[in-house]
């Protein structure tokens, strides 16, 4: 039997893993963390030092990402100056096509419109 079906074996499908992760905690809270011999002790920790480590992960992927739509608005904040400052320039006056206040529509996909 191969690693990854005996973890399948052990933990279920990724349907059923919310059912064992419920009945286990119920039963750890049952227990009582006093009553855990060493191996389910050291098992605890290391599940609770995996979890550390996955949330940790998780934040810095959202801390990525919110320097990146920082760095996005930034990006559009400057297109939308260098616009209204071209039309300045060319005597178009944004004020009077309400083009000083109304946000400019951006489709991410096919870029500006």
Do not use: K
Request: zero cysteines; a negative charge; hydrophobic letters at 45%.
């Amino acid at each position: 039997m191969q690693t990854a079906e005996l973890i399948d074996v052990v933990f279920g499908t990724p349907e059923q893993q919310a059912i064992i992760g419920m009945r286990l905690q119920g039963y750890l809270q049952d227990l009582g963390v006093d009553r855990l011999s060493d191996t389910q002790e050291a098992i605890r920790r290391m599940v609770n030092a995996r979890i550390e480590e996955i949330v940790r992960h998780s934040l810095g992927q959202l801390a990525d990402a919110q320097v990146m739509l920082r760095a996005l608005a930034n990006q559009l904040e400057d297109i939308e100056t260098r616009a209204r400052m071209a039309a300045l320039g060319s005597g178009f006056d944004p004020v009077a096509t309400d083009l000083a206040t109304r946000p400019i529509d951006i489709d991410l996909e096919g870029g500006l419109p």
